[in-house]
């Protein structure tokens, strides 16, 4: 493959200048898969109509094919070919988006998308991005644009390219490099309903954002169903035995500190929640590349985006 040569970076990865816009935009137009950045984490992503392509996702991540994929889309406009909107939806697409807001509706009965991107579900989860980037490709090749984390299935989601390439190099023709991911957390999943709206995977558009724009609070959870498929409880999982809640350092542990508590590395020395969920996984990529046999983390407040942390890291515990 033309970028597996060296010919436009280093590697895979392709600095985001001009030429490697164009070049993505046929990779993407091709069915082939391009490893984006996007305000949350990278996405691996490829055209969403193309069934050929959407596979290589799920190849190229290991991921089991029952768990559906997001479809990124440039505006409401576009989003409103897939999925029903309703007036709760149409409120959240106005308020957050482009944002880190994914929305979960009705799917449309003649959505232009493959089956599989779905999983056979009679729902959709689409996002409209904010990044540059992702907008530039999205506005360039047309699509609609199937994007996971670009890592592998279970492991730390990257936030810059190099995580991309440790963990699916080989996998991907090319891994555009727009630097470090601003939000640092995959997007805020909400599913809209009839009677009311439920968050499915916490992130950085917090419960108190969305009840402010919507005017009530959200619909207890239901029956125990797991209604994201990816929110599986070992998830976000470094190689390493990770502990939580930690306040003091340990010979051999590397220890993920917070505000005062300083460790090996620190989230935010400030106590900045949104400082920290910017670094939570490049700290967690250095901490399992590190000598330590395991890795602690010091405790984070459980308020705003500390939710969608505190729900990562207790992920990241998990074996
Ligand atoms: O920030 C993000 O959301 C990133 C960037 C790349 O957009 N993407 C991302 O995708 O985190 P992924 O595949 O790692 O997580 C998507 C989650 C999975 O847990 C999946 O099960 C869930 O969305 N999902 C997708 N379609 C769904 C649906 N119809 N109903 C419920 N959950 C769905
Ligand atoms: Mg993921």
Redesign the pocket.
Known sequence: MMFGSNTLGNGWVVPADDAAITAATQLLMAGQLVA?P????????ADAQNAEAVARIYAA?G?PDF????V?VRDQKAAEKLGVFNATAQALAEAFWPG?L?L??P?QPDAPIARS???G?????I?C?AHPL?QALLLKSGLSLA?????PSGSI?PTRADHVLKGLGGAVPMILDGGSCS?G?????V?VRDDGWQI??P?PVTSEDIENVIGYAPLAATNGL???????AS?YAPSKPVRLNVIASEPDVYLIGFGAIAGDDNLSATGDLAQAAAHLFEALHTADASAAVAIAVAPIPHEGIGIAINDRLARAAVR
Do not use: F
Request: net charge positive; hydrophobic share 45%; no cysteine.
């Open positions: 984006i996007t305000e949350t984490v990278y996405g691996l992503a991540k991921r768990n559906p994929l997001i990124h880190p994914t979960v509706l799917l991107v779905t999983a579900l009679p729902t959709i989860a996002r991005p992702m994007a996971p984390s670009a890592n989601s939000a957390l995959e997007s805020t999943i599913a499915l995977r992130g797991i209604e994201a498929p990816g929110q599986m998830h």
